[in-house]
T-cell receptor, first 110, second 116 residues
Framework: GQQVMQIPQYQHVQEGEDFTTYCNSSTTLSNIQWYKQRPGGHPVFLIQLVKSGEVKKQKRLTFQFGEAKKNSSLHITATQTTDVGTYFCAETGTASKLTFGTGTRLQVTL | GAVVSQHPSWVICKSGTSVKIECRSLDFQATTMFWYRQFPKQSLMLMATSNEGSKATYEQGVEKDKFLINHASLTLSTLTVTSAHPEDSSFYIC????????????FGSGTRLTVV
């Protein structure tokens, strides 16, 4: 099946700078979930978006779902070293299968 | 919250041997388990989906005779890599989903398999 693309693949920021990762699909997504995977760790669920144009916030993290439900974004304000990891978007498709995007690896330095 | 225990966390085996990886849901009944593999700096690729008491459904390109999945109970699923080869070395992660469509799938901590 077609994988959801994320950009950028990798971003290196200094602590305090903002960061955004984008998730793009050529087809309409039924929903979008976001996960964070620390180096050497497993994915941890962050949030799920279902409605067109939905925006949700978790402290410094802001998640958006596009109006056409073909794209989504995750924005981190004032990054911290604890934000280091790979951020994946994922879609639940047929048979509840969770399909991951290509991921964006974030590196934060002091 | 929901917890999924995966064991072992890492294993080294010789080429040609088989390795079994266990995934247990500790505080909920996992009606569906998913198995993924992840190569370094890559995304998670779904290998198969298993429902309790029925045969697993494998993704295209995944050899079902090589990657044996058993989901005998609502709390345990196993993945056996048979006749392992160095190219099977990877990070294997299970994910469990409870009944009723609870979203926010719970992942095991992963198993790093190295075949030498």
């Amino acid at each position: 099946g077609q994988q959801v693309m994320q950009i950028p693949q990798y971003q290196h920021v200094q602590e305090g700078e903002d960061f955004t990762t984008y998730c793009n699909s050529s087809t309409t997504l039924s929903n979008i979930q976001w996960y964070k995977q620390r180096p050497g760790g497993h994915p941890v669920f962050l949030i799920q978006l279902v409605k067109s144009g939905e925006v949700k916030k978790q402290k410094r993290l802001t998640f958006q779902f596009g109006e056409a439900k073909k794209n989504s974004s995750l924005h981190i304000t004032a990054t911290q070293t604890t934000d280091v990891g790979t951020y994946f978007c994922a879609e639940t498709g047929t048979a509840s299968k969770l399909t991951f995007g290509t991921g964006t690896r974030l590196q934060v330095t002091l | 919250g929901a917890v999924v225990s995966q064991h072992p966390s890492w294993v080294i085996c010789k080429s040609g041997t088989s390795v079994k990886i266990e995934c247990r849901s500790l505080d909920f009944q996992a009606t569906t388990m998913f198995w993924y593999r992840q190569f370094p700096k890559q995304s998670l690729m779904l290998m198969a989906t298993s429902n309790e008491g029925s045969k697993a459904t494998y993704e295209q390109g995944v050899e079902k005779d090589k990657f044996l999945i058993n989901h005998a109970s609502l709390t345990l699923s196993t993945l056996t890599v048979t006749s392992a080869h160095p190219e099977d070395s990877s990070f294997y992660i299970c994910s469990a989903r409870g009944a009723g469509g609870v979203y926010g799938y719970t992942f095991g901590s992963g198993t790093r398999l190295t075949v030498v």
